[in-house]
């Protein structure tokens, strides 16, 4: 589970910004919020299970997503790619200074209930520190720190890094090397962020969708997938994924002209769906190609299906920006009570959600520490905060009202549209 990230330096983000999943010491309007909505960790600390990022267009709400999503291919993929660094970290671009200053990532999270912190510095494509701290015990001890390539281990805790120093580049993590020599540590911590944090890409949630068609080939998970869209009322009898003939795939056949048009978006996933006559008696059933039949909302959810069902089932984390774009509000709302409800989120899953939807921005939904925002400041830095940090907001307040006349900020401050006509 997550328990915050933090990020200094990239792009739109100047200063430290923190996304805390700790549950704020407050008591909501609706005391089964404060019930519901929480992970419970310990006696003294719980987690929620939902969090919403609200800001106006252009004010760093993908930034912050695209940074965790940064960190975690770094983690994952720059072993085998050493110029990962320099192409996906990108400093503040509006200050000179910044470009000669580290990009820092922090991700503090539990696995196998062993609270983790674990971050890196990165400069030029260089790892300029890196440091991974736990608590073994309930005193957090390091694990290791690094400077440059000056690399202090605490051989009781992590052993596995003993005689590995000198195999350590300047643009390698010392994770990864320790992962890379089978170490214990390393690679539960690896594997369990590879596979407990899920990212949308944005619009397309391409990646989403390649998760999708594979959970679909087993049965179980497929009819957790198809009743999920019938609860959303999508009208789907069956979803598969079709064979082609090798006529089909021909470079004449018109299956290989349509896969040439539409490129990475052709697939072979169809949808089945009842034919009726103008008295509505059914008349039989018929098979769509998806891509081509189905509408981009029924696309966005087809593709989200997997991940959340797959996020509830294990107890993951999900994140998800441009989370409303192509979704109904009232369905959107019924996402988040899924992770909200006690019921249907019994393993931990954890769902954080880049909206406009102010719809969302209910006190009967979301706790006050649920709702972040990011906005501009004067030198054009990304700053977040919570709702939770304003002092003398009712538990009763209309959040949707209030944050829609600009009480909260993070609104877009509108020139007059006329002018640009007269």
């Known amino acids: 589970m997550i328990i915050e990230f933090s990020v200094k330096n990239y792009r739109s983000i100047k200063d430290l910004q923190t996304l805390s999943m700790v549950a704020a010491p407050i008591k909501s309007k609706y005391p089964e919020l404060d019930a519901n909505n929480i992970i419970p960790v310990s006696d003294k600390f719980s987690l929620l299970k939902s969090v919403a990022i609200y800001g106006a267009n252009g004010s760093g709400k993908s930034n912050l997503v695209r940074a965790l999503r940064t960190m975690l291919i770094l983690i994952n993929e720059s072993f085998k790619n050493e110029s990962l660094g320099i192409i996906l970290v990108e400093p503040f671009f509006l200050n000179l200074q910044s470009f000669k200053e580290p990009t820092f990532f922090q991700l503090i999270f539990i696995c196998d209930e062993v609270r983790y912190r674990y971050g890196f510095e990165m400069l030029n494509g260089e790892i300029k520190s890196e440091w991974l701290f736990g608590t073994p015990d309930k005193k957090e001890v390091y694990f290791f720190t690094r400077a440059d390539s000056n690399i202090q281990i605490n051989e009781k805790q992590f052993s596995e890094g003993k005689g590995l120093l000198d195999k350590t580049s300047k643009s390698n993590l010392f994770l990864n090397i320790t992962k890379a020599f089978n170490g214990k540590i390393s690679n539960l911590i690896t594997n369990y962020l590879s596979k407990t944090i899920s990212i949308s890409g944005g619009i397309s949630d391409n990646e989403f969708r390649e998760r999708t068609k594979l959970l679909i080939k087993n049965e179980l998970l497929k009819n957790q997938i198809i009743a999920l869209m019938n609860h959303a009322d999508f009208g789907i009898q069956d979803i598969f994924e079709r064979s082609f003939k090798p006529e089909d795939l021909d470079e004449n056949s018109y299956t290989s002209k349509l896969k040439n048009i539409y490129g990475e978006n052709f697939d072979s ?33 087809f593709n989200y299906s997997g991940v959340v069902i797959d996020a509830l089932n294990n107890g993951t984390a999900l994140i998800l920006d441009e989370f409303d774009a192509r979704l109904h509000p009232m369905l959107t709302k019924k996402l988040v009570e899924m992770f909200n409800s006690p019921t249907i989120n019994r393993n931990g899953a954890q769902l954080v959600f880049v909206t406009y939807d102010t719809n969302l921005l209910d006190n009967s939904l979301l706790r006050r520490d649920q709702i972040y925002f990011t906005e501009k400041n004067k030198m054009q830095e990304t700053v977040l905060y919570s709702l939770a940090d304003f002092k003398g907001v009712r538990n009763d307040a209309s959040y949707e009202k209030d944050y829609i006349n600009g009480k909260y900020g993070a609104i877009p401050f509108l020139g007059d549209f006329e002018k640009l006509f007269q």
């Open 269 to 301: 996933i169809s949808t089945k769906r009842i034919i009726y006559n103008q008295e509505g008696k059914v008349l039989f059933e018929n098979n769509w190609t998806m891509y081509f039949n189905e509408s981009e909302g029924t696309l966005k959810f």
